[in-house]
């Protein structure tokens, strides 16, 4: 992931490739800007977690927070270059980003409004075997 360059593409594009299913949901993330930066992360089946998804997650956000999540600002820049990537059925300007990576899929939904949350990251579970399928 080191020199990887990260290429999101509008998630409209991504699900028609790969739909996710929410019971592949590993981890979340809600995260703003203003008033002051935080990010919130919520494990959603970490039973399902590995060290290399893990780290993969982690390089991948770290990335995101160096470019498109690095500024509420550079945030805005971003989607108002992607517009194919906006959703209109939410209740701010809305735009939804999809990268695959090796071991992980993820969404980024980037909402374009002040206060309240301004990014939602979902780390998905690319695929999984028939013995963990049995399983949950």
């Known amino acids: 992931m080191k020199n990887k360059k990260l290429i999101l593409i509008p998630a409209a594009v991504a699900e028609e490739i790969c739909p996710l299913r929410p019971e592949d949901r590993l981890l ?24 290399q998804s893990i780290d993969e997650a982690n390089a991948v956000f770290k990335r995101l927070r160096k ?5 509420a600002q550079a945030m805005r820049r971003f989607c108002a270059a992607n517009p194919e990537a906006q959703r ?18 993820y969404r980024l939904r980037c909402m374009v409004n002040h206060g309240d949350f301004n990014y939602f990251f979902v780390v998905y579970q690319k695929e999984r075997t ?7």
């Open 28 to 51: 979340s993330a809600v995260g703003q800007f203003e008033p002051r930066r935080m990010n919130l992360w919520y494990p959603v089946r970490s039973c399902f977690l590995t060290a």
């Open 67 to 71: 470019t498109v999540l690095h500024s």
């Open 130 to 136: 028939n013995l963990e399928t049995e399983a949950a």
């Open 88 to 105: 209109h059925d939410f209740w701010c300007p809305t735009y939804e980003f999809a990268y695959a990576g090796v071991v992980n899929d």
